[in-house]
């Protein structure tokens, strides 16, 4: 076994104690998604997978967002006083919140196809750019603490799940595979916790 396979279990075994954390809704997930970021940014860079590397610093500058927003109910942009309210509690998305998604996604995967193309030499573009702005939703997303970030991460894992394969990163395919499969009970646990048939902490 060498490093780089040393170093993806590594990762697996962050993940799988992250993915724990998101689906009991446990705002100490923010600090594991400062830990696993980091590990993957040297995993894809390795493996060639660029845009991966660069939503990954992403996942470690919204980090800091997602734990103020759950805390505090946090806005980056909002009403001067969200900073004052309680801790944020699960919502479903509005009509709105897919607005913005939409547009961000399609910038998000416009410029990021663009920027490979360009600047790298990927030969997965047009798979890597798709599962890296749908991750920048995603993540925005559970950031905000809205129960359908769960359908987004569910199609980000299968896609992700053929492309790992593809790049032999065969362990990070398996944690990707559980990831789609938790995602289903993770929409259901979110759901007790938000119409109160669980405690949501």
């Known amino acids: 076994m060498n490093l780089e396979q040393i170093i993806e279990i590594i990762g697996v075994v962050v993940g799988l104690v992250y993915l724990y954390l998101e689906y009991k809704a446990s705002i100490h997930l923010w600090i594991v998604s400062i830990i696993m970021p980091a590990i993957y940014l040297y995993i894809f860079f390795r493996a060639g997978l660029y845009a991966d590397v660069g939503i990954n610093l992403y996942y470690l500058l919204i980090a800091l967002y997602g734990w103020a927003a759950w805390r505090y109910s946090f806005r980056l942009f909002g009403k001067k006083d969200n900073h004052l309210r309680e801790e944020l509690q699960i919502s479903r ?109």
């Open 93 to 201: 998305a509005t009509r709105k919140d897919w607005l913005k998604a939409g547009v961000g996604y399609l910038a998000a995967q416009v410029a990021i196809a663009w920027a490979l193309g360009r600047f790298t030499d990927s030969d997965v573009v047009i798979v890597d750019s798709f599962v890296a702005a749908l991750s920048i939703v995603g993540m925005w997303m559970l950031a905000r603490k809205v129960i359908e970030q769960w359908w987004v991460w569910f199609v980000v894992d299968i896609v992700s799940v053929g492309l790992f394969i593809y790049k032999e990163l065969y362990f990070t395919a398996t944690l990707y595979l559980l990831y789609a499969v938790i995602a289903v009970f993770g929409y259901r646990k979110w759901n007790k916790l938000m119409t109160g048939d669980d405690k949501q902490r």
